[in-house]
């Protein structure tokens, strides 16, 4: 709570204070969320109002919420508030149900070894017969060596990022590969005709929905959402969602993608927008994907600052304004022509 805090912080101390990064109290002061008072030498300074007022964005983060639903709370309209609640209470059934079948799956293995009299070999085989079928392995691709990775069931949301040249766009190929059921949605996208959508149907309701939080509407987005609401129930991965979509559709798409429910079909995000992969709004149960530029395998990080690789994948994140600057970028490597982001 607040009142453990000190009176007046600097940004370091309200960050580790809220449990977020000084880089998100510039977003939220940017956006008019937060008013930090400033000391005669001109350094921000939180007051208990204002980290009051920063703690309720970290609160409603959590559940979903973009920004621009948050200002919108702020000005009065608990509207957005309440579809966030019923979502994340959906997400959350999921996890019971996810962890449920687990219990069960672990009961039945348990009392195998009781009927086996101790002889677990049985049970080991139906364990890993278990992962075999739920979850992805295989071998990684160039630029690293082959080795062998393996990823658990894919089921709601993730996330893919890295620097330039790191192998996220392969990683997401491969991913994609391992199994029939899986799809993938490359940047070839942007070049095809956009899905025709009538005045009904899902993508259009999804459409006006994220129209009155901010978005534009444009070929990108409509490519995206009939993507993400085709029949389908493997999971998609898809290669940089970002693309043709501006900062205020970027922030709509993800607390859309939020908004689904855990019955929806999984995603994985290519990205390196801090509007898509904000990391101090990341839910349990999502994944993020890391891969380093050293070409070491990629690795799962836990979105919480000190944990082994945060700093790196904060690094690779930028705001859709900064990322524009790299658009068209193109990358070259022996002989193959690449397009990356």
Request: proline content about 6%; aromatic content about 4%; charged content about 25%.
């Amino acid at each position: 709570m607040m009142s453990k805090c000190i009176p007046t912080l600097n940004p370091s101390e309200a960050a580790r204070c809220l449990g977020t990064t000084p880089k998100a109290l510039r977003l939220w002061e940017e956006r008019g969320l937060i008013a930090p008072a400033r000391t005669a030498a001109g350094w921000r300074a939180y007051g208990a109002d204002v980290m009051a007022r920063a703690e309720r964005i970290v609160a409603l983060r959590k559940i979903g919420l973009s920004l621009a639903q948050i200002a919108k709370i702020f000005e009065g309209d608990a509207r957005d508030l309440a579809a966030a609640l019923d979502a994340h209470r959906a997400a959350l059934g999921g996890q019971v149900r996810e962890i449920g079948l687990r219990i069960e799956q672990i009961s039945t293995l348990r009392a195998d070894l009781v009927t086996q009299n101790g002889d677990h070999r049985d049970a080991l085989d139906r364990l890993i017969e278990i992962g075999a079928r739920t979850g992805i392995a295989f071998d990684l691709p160039w630029p690293w060596c082959g080795e062998r990775f393996s990823l658990p069931p894919l089921s709601g949301l993730g996330f893919i990022t890295g620097p330039l040249f790191s192998g996220k766009t392969r990683l997401s190929r491969s991913i994609a590969a391992a199994r029939s059921d899986i799809e993938f949605l490359g940047l070839d996208r942007m070049d095809q005709a956009h899905p025709a959508t009538s005045d009904e149907g899902p993508v259009m309701e999804a459409l006006r929905w994220l129209e009155e939080d901010g978005a534009t509407r444009s070929a990108a987005l409509s490519t995206l959402l009939a993507a993400i609401l085709s029949r389908s129930h493997g999971a998609l991965v898809i290669d940089m969602v970002e693309e043709g979509l501006d900062a205020p559709s970027q922030e709509a798409l993800i607390a859309w993608i939020r908004r689904r429910g855990a019955d929806a079909r999984p995603l994985v995000l290519l990205t390196r927008s801090s509007s898509i992969l904000d990391l101090d709004a990341v839910m349990p149960g999502e994944m993020v994907l890391f891969c380093p530029p050293n070409h070491a395998p990629p690795i799962e990080v836990t979105p919480h600052p000190g944990a082994a690789g945060y700093e790196a994948v904060a690094t690779c994140l930028a705001t859709p304004e900064v990322r524009a600057r790299t658009k068209g970028v193109i990358a070259v490597r022996s002989g193959e022509r690449e397009r990356t982001c």
